[in-house]
């Protein structure tokens, strides 16, 4: 026997100081009763749902907002307890295992303060605490596969064992243990080999299941006194760790009553020098609970075949009791150290006991290598430190005979029937799946040569195709502009034809498990194992030559007699290893990017995926949107070419949105140096997977996806539902050095532009080495606010300082800091004034900065030293600290609106864009703010609309029932002050709520931080339209005032005649009654009375129509008007018209204009004035078609002015002939070529009024007739004429009361739905017709593509105005009275029905309210009618009823009246559905206003155009808060602009040549330089880029790449390029092939994307 035992000595004898620790009664449970438990405490953990493997990344990387409470840990309840164990330790928190689990509200209840030693108490405590260990295991089982794969490495980072072998409940009664392996095969660590012991070699990355290894088993029999996992903890290192759970740790002392049979492991790797305490890397397991009770023979047979060495602690009571036990389970192992927990002294029973113990399991196996040792020397126990070193010398002579071999090894070796939990069916696939790849990818190419080779369409084009794209974006020549786009093409062709068939089997297997995303998921995870281990073989080599060259570079540079040619040489050898590195530097991220830069191409050049053997788009985009989804990273842009592939970004998020639903983002982005900890800072933070390995790591930016609940967080200013981690490379990257100026900046611009917050790391307390970087960050910043003035970007950044040693950091750096912002301020105030930015003079002014606030200090990542150093705990909850309060902050600011994901890409990409060009100021293009800015001009322009309705109603509604109960002219003027009034209040509470809906949008749309800096315009907008309705208000009620007037003046002046009427027919009918009357002699006496009362009404003073003037004559006075200056010229005009006489036969204008006497006298041609027929010609190819495009649209606007319901009077004349000169001189404006004199425009607006004043008047007749004292007469003939009848049959039956009441009520609802008709056409045309300017354009430029006529095409080009309302109109009409629609019957039908409806329930309250009688009166029925009828808000004006009321002696016999006239209003409803039904776009009178033309006006807003291209200004008609703008411009040959002298077109468009210095003649904006003169300024040219100088009002955003917005237009001048050279007679270079290649539905589709719908 060894040293350890002295037989010698005699009683065991007992140590006062050990610890009391449970008897093994406690752990003697049996299957079934740790079932019960089990299945207890899993519900107890809230977990039974969870149960098994149920548990994913996503579902703990998820931030709770109620976690900023988490410091209150001691109230939680059980159900909270997995989920912080998880939360913590995805965060690499180092006491995440040991977190307090106790269920005891009130800490005190169980502390006795007042020392009333109450642990004498009998009474036992009945709270029910619940093992860490247990409740760990229970977690452990209820995470997915891949979840456990990170906690592994979590656990392994933190220094906490990790479990390898557990029971699992297959079933609720089957038990079963699963050796566990999975888990580790995605972990590596540093093993340091040493040589001869004393040459360090290379420190080696290598696979824990692949590490050559001793390994030793820790485990006990019965409950000794000595804490078996205390002492494994202590050998793993001296200053004390917590991998192994003890009775020392956090309620180490609570029972456990799960955990034993489980077995736990960790490592011990070396670190290559004097501290390692054993020579090879070690690894340990620790057998929990009795190895006799707890483990069945299987898993101990397993154990003694897998490990070296059984370590096996027991008490001298055990082997004296339990001997046999004992012994059967030593004979299992061929090596055991067995540790007596006793003091044994020599000569005494107990150490013969031992004696004869070891000597009779040597005799059973006399091969067995035991050595029996003691916790004591003789009595005295051995300390911690002692024990340490005196079990490790006996550990290292006990393990040297054994050979060292890898997990991978022994599991091949052991004799194991234990379930491993690699044998799942879906792991298998996974694994088979990618050995093919592997197979696939070396029969290619050596592993070396990968990425080369494997995904060349990144690797070897898209650099080229990065540089070519910034290039482009830099380019300011129109050709080189071209060439470059031509290469590009050529490059992505190359692309999509260089795809390998590693990358398409990579594609397929994606495809084909993508329903499946577990086997997906084991596919990934097992290619990228496999990935690495080939990666082995050569880069660790690399990676040494490298380390070896740096070496020697600096002895080099070291010699005070340098050698520049072996310095240079050395150089270029290191280059040359970088390059090596970078190519073997592969990883499965590559085959991510190589599908993301295949797919973009053939996005861009709108490729058919399967003539590539490749699956459709959209599957692809699908699966790795679902991946997104589920917590993978997505690289937003490739950081070796700078490059981002947009669309197939922008097709992935879409998918993730359709997984997760639509919602808002938090972008959070960090920035620093290069191996500052930035990627484990993140990690740490929201449990990420972003690379942390120094060295080769992709490079670029990686986002990934974090869901965050809300449900609990209340009063939060701004919400959203996930954070979007932005990680990025370093800056200051060795391997950029020769570029790392400009890749820095734009590095540093893009991260800081995506992020809301921005996260800038420093390592350790000196600022000075991040202070160029935080001018970059200025600068980025300063560019974001400088690309909108007025824009609060809504940006904040905070600074975390790590590795900061002093605890009193925060206050010792304060002068440092203050130093620091005081420079930042400084330079921010130089570059606001450089840019002539005011009001920004601080780095505060510029992004929201708080000192006191958003600067954090971290502690060292790592506590202890290696290699069991662990992640510090300070760090760990510092982070979760600074997390805390950054996320609830996030929720707190003030007006701050997150974007969708779909914006943040599309932000990012403006970004992107913005930092290639030189400029990023000039060349930003926010798509997000033109998104927000359509949409919120759609929702106030839905509020100003329906405001607009409702008053207009309102307006209707009330002057019918004011007027129609007014019956006396005198009280007029009180009824419309009182309207006046009445609706003006109506209009100031209406305007009250929709200010409140307005600011209610501000204030909660999720683009409210942008749209902020246009509120003030849209409240002036509302403002102005409740002004012009106020002033409607105003001129619609003296309208109707008016009108009333005149009928209460002509019933006034014609009662006397009517009564004179009545008593005449009374007479005649007295006369022949009784005589046998046919009806040709009722007719003759009728109208023999009829006659007399109408020459007598006709000649009455309220008859307006007999002064009535006449069209001509109103012209001739407006026409003198307009042309004061002009007499001569305008008289020799009227002279050839013969004073305005009309044309005969002419029914429109367009086609007319050789009817117009314009000759060569009237148009000045410079160039060919004295050749006669080239002015002929030339007037008839160029003059003659624009002036019939003018005639046309006069035409529909006389059409327009005619379809209103009233007369034309000299004020609507003098707008008509305005409005026509207006357009003629803009349509017809002079230039170097043409000049046209003062008598062109005179002939041409007197031959419009020759046709005009005829349409008119016929108007106005036409009007007179219809609505005028004529027509009024007619009807009041009808009810004359029933009278009469009537009279001759000496009364007045029901039939007739019946048919005079019908026509009353027929002619009051024809004339109250006319009325009513407009304002419900209007609304209903609203939600048919594009509501926006954008939307519209879009329309009809898609119309125009569709028709693909080169005609329709220029007349928009010329007047877009003119060209969309002859659209809109035509698009309306078809709505309202094309058989498939017939809007306009439907609303007129809809409203009829309402009328009569409420008419015939009124008669039939009547007759139910006069039930009791038989008989009424008809002036009483009548006057109930009406009242009733008032109710249903309808009111007719009494003297419509007068005819009837005459006859008050009359009575009726109620029942039988009310059957004929509801049968009688039956028959005239369907008559006047009919009436309306006929009526069509060319016989449709409108009141008041025509609701087209309304629309129109709302529709297009400003009439303004490009003053370059043409182009219609995009906003709205009151914008004085904002430019001028399109979102696209056309190449200025669409509008004939062509080069002086070469008369080359011109295919540049605005956007581009602002960015230019390309010149433009005057004429070319319309001599808008020369204060009205048209003619040619002092300086006669101008640069584009100066344009602003002259048309201030106006904002042209610049661009290099005319595709970006001009693809519609470039489709247009390729597919009309002969076309555009008849027309405009310039000449052609070759258009580019770009252009040529643009095809009809990437035409269409670039409409969308330009105007961002």
Known sequence: MDETISVARAEAVPSECDKTIPDSSQENDTVGSSKEIFWQMLAQLGLTRKYPGKITIKDIIKVDASEWNEKEHGTLCPTKIPWLILKRLISSHSESRDISVTNEPNLNSVIDIENNMTFLSDKPHDKQDISRLDAFFIVFQCCDPFLKQVLVQKLFLCKIAVPFLYKYWETKEKQVSILSVWPLRSLTIQNNQTKDGNTKVQCKDIEILELPTKMIAFGRMGRPNYSKSKLMNSILSDHGCKTFYNFDCNSGMTERQLSNGHVEIFWLPLIGDKKDRFQEPMTFLNLRGDLQQHFDAEIITFISTFVDTLTIIVDIETILKRRRNVTDVLLKFSSVILIIANPIKHETTHAQAVNEFRENVLKYKSNMNLRVLSTHNEIRKRNVVEMVSFISVHITDQLKSKCTKSYQERLRKAHLRIRIDEKDENCQIGKQKSNEMIKQMNSECLSCSWKQNLTPVHSKYSKKLGKLIKKREREKGFEGGNAIDAKIKNIREVQIMSITKSVKLFIKMLIKHGNNLHVLKYFLCWLHIDIAREKQQSLPELMKKNQQAWINLKLLKSNENQDKSNIEKQENIIKELEKRIDEASFSIDHFFREIGHINEAILQLEKDSATLELPPLSQMSSIIARLVADGHQLELIDGESFYMPYKWIKAVINDVDQYIGAGKALALSVLGLQSSGKSTFLNTMFGCQFSTRTGRCTRGIHAQLIPVDTAKLKNRLSDYNFIFVIDTEGLRSPELSNIRHEHDNELATAITGIGDITLVNIMGENTSEIRDILQVIVHALLRLKMTNKDLDIKKSCCFIHQNVTDTSASENMMTGLNKLIQTLDEMTEESAKSENIKN?????????????????????????????????????????????????????????????????????????????????????????????????????????????????????NFSQKRFASCNQGDNLSREEDILNSDLKEVLLAEKIKCERVVEEYFKKDKYKDIIIQWQENQVFRLNKLCETLEQSITSQINKDLEKRAVEILTVTCQAEHEEELRRMSMKIALENRGKTLSRPEIDKLFDSIWETFVTRVKNLPSNVEKNRKKTIDMFYTCLKNTYKSNQLALRDALTKSNRLTPLPNLTTLKGTFKCTGIDKNDISLSKWQTIKDVVRSYVKENIEPEANEEFERVDKEIERICQVREEITENTINKFLRDVNLNLKKKFKGNNDREFQMSFYEKFLVHVIRHAHVVFEKHNDNYFKTYGVAARLTSYKKQQKIKFEAHLRRRFTEDDVSKLFTSVIESFAEEWTTIALPNRVTDDLYAYLPSVKNRAIIEICSDLLEKDEFDNFIRYIRTPRDYASSWITHKANHFLFAPESMLYAKISSSLLRSFFLSAKECIEKIRMKNKSQSFISMNEWVNIFQILMKESSFFIPSENFRSMKRETETTLNLEYLTYKVLDSLKETEADLVTHFNEVDSGSVQWENSSPIGRLIQKIWGCQEQCPFCGEPCTKNEDHTDSDHNCMQHRPLCCIGIRFVGSQIAELASCEFNVQTDITHRCEVFDYKCNNGKREPCSKEWHPYKDYKTILDEWYIAPSANMQDTCRYWMWFVATYKDRLLDKYQYKFDDIPSSWKDITKSSALKSLSETYSV
Not at 856 to 863: A, D, E, F, H, T
Not at 865 to 883: F, G, H, Q
Request: a neutral charge; proline letters at 2%; aromatic letters at 14%.
């Open 840 to 956: 920004i003079t601080t780095f505060n002014h510029v992004i929201e900065f708080d000192i006191n606030s958003q600067v954090w200090y971290l502690k060292n990542l790592w506590q202890g030293n290696p290699p069991m150093a662990r992640v510090n705990t300070e760090y760990s909850e510092r982070v979760m600290e600074i997390k805390s309060s950054i996320l609830k902050k996030a929720f707190t600011i003030k007006d701050k609106s997150y974007k969708s994901l779909n914006d943040i890409t599309e932000h990012a990409y403006n970004i992107w864009k913005g930092v290639l060009n030189e400029d990023f100021v000039f060349s930003f293009r926010n798509s997000i703010e033109i998104k927000a800015y359509n949409a919120m001009e759609r929702f106030v322009q839905d509020q100003l609309f329906h405001l607009e309705i409702l008053i207009r109603d309102k307006i209707l």
